[in-house]
């Protein structure tokens, strides 16, 4: 478990819940506690002692349910006193023991199996904010690390704002989760586009269709997740909408930068589907020219092996009809009657060849 307690122009981090009280909310700022599902379930009362202390009320139990689930979708929920956010993460990574069994035996390859898609539980307070991680959570250290970072005097210097609220603060947090999954669309078209030139290559053949079919299903299944995280952060956008209206400039501001990183987050999880979708498509594609080509191929070969057979069928006519049993036939005891039939057999094989040749039967198909 990680607190911290953000401060306009300071970040400070605290190791137990129980120096936290409601005097460390008497002035500007509010308190950011992060925790594992363990330490939820181990700690239960502890934080919903620390909670009802710092903002006169505690998490319902139903939520606390929703919190410990290792397999809720990403969804958004509400209270007169706090709004809960369940966002699925999409970040490359080992997972823990909770991961979802459909992430656990996702197939297909290596990059596909390792995208972890564990749920990440948000508590936003007025003053509080509560997300609740899978065991040795990346994207949480990744975080905590930036935001202490960006409470130093160079990051202030470079004009690096703290987030302003809790709300803020789990935004961009979400932000860096879609954004971690953003980053892994260069591993995942390399792979797909390896395949594409597999199935399309004439001199290959492509057998790995199990670990296609299933790169097809987890992109699916990421499709999926996407969808819902979409609609998620969607209801959000509604609900700041029917909050109370600020009654000062800052709170106004603060209100209309709220609004527009949550449209930010919109459009980098709008990104994250169309290039699931897109790569959905291309992987599609590919199968079908597979089979186009492989159609045309066998139609050049069938066009090939009838034009030479159609080649040799007079031949075959000549010879039987010189192996007729009769005595008297035309040539057959002439001294050079052979080789006019053979002449004759090779001249009409030239003419018939050069025929099929002119009228492209026998040509290679270019590629």
């Known amino acids: 478990m990680r607190i911290f307690k953000i401060e306009p122009g300071s970040v400070s981090e605290s190791i137990a819940l129980t120096n936290l ?3 460390a909310l008497a ?32 998490l319902v139990d139903l939520h606390v349910s929703d919190l410990l ?16 956010l369940v966002f699925r993460r999409l970040a490359a990574g080992n997972g823990d023991s909770s991961t979802d069994a459909a992430g656990a035996s996702r197939g297909g390859p290596p990059i596909l199996r390792r995208i972890d898609t564990s749920p990440v539980g948000f ?12 065991v040795d959570c990346s994207v949480r250290d990744a975080y905590a690390t930036k935001l202490l970072q960006s409470a130093s005097a160079e990051s202030r210097a470079a004009g690096v704002r703290l987030p302003t609220s809790p709300a803020d603060l789990m935004l961009r947090i979400v932000n860096q989760m879609v954004d971690g999954y953003l980053a892994l669309r260069r591993e995942l078209t390399h792979q797909l586009d390896h395949w ?15 670990a296609l079919l299933d790169a097809r299903l987890a992109l699916h299944q990421l499709d999926e997740i996407c969808e819902e995280q979409r609609s998620c ?26 609004q527009i990183r949550s449209r930010d987050v919109l459009e980098h999880i709008e990104r994250v589907v169309h290039h699931v979708r897109r ?7 590919a199968v079908q020219m597979h089979f186009n080509v492989q159609g045309n ?19 075959n006519l000549i010879a039987a009809i010189f192996g007729m049993n009769f005595e008297f036939i035309p040539l057959l005891h002439l001294h050079n009657g052979f080789w006019w039939a053979m002449g004759s057999m090779v001249m009409i094989a030239l003419v018939l060849g050069l025929f099929f040749w002119r009228k492209r039967y026998l040509a290679r198909t270019s590629r």
């Not at 952060?233 to 209309?256: H, L, N, S």
């Open 279 to 285: 790569l959905e498509q291309s992987a599609e594609t």
């Open 233 to 258: 952060i969607q209801d959000w956008i509604e609900a700041v909408k029917t909050w109370p209206d600020p009654q000062t400039p800052t709170e106004e501001r603060e209100r209309e930068l709220l």
């Open 123 to 134: 508590a936003v307070f007025d003053r509080v904010l509560l997300t609740v991680h899978p």
């Open 69 to 84: 689930n290792h397999q809720l979708p990403s969804h958004y929920d509400y209270t007169s006193k706090y709004d809960l």
């Open 196 to 210: 594409q030139s597999a199935l399309l290559s004439p001199k290959a053949r492509f057998n790995n269709w199990g």
């Open 27 to 58: 002035s500007s700022g509010y308190i950011w506690i992060s925790c594992t599902r363990h330490d939820l379930e181990v700690q239960q009362t502890a934080i919903q002692a620390t909670l009802l202390t710092l903002c006169s009320t505690q």
């Open 297 to 315: 191929r066998t139609n050049d070969i069938m066009r090939t092996l009838t034009a030479l057979t159609a080649i040799f069928l007079p031949l």
């Open 21 to 23: 009280s409601s005097a």
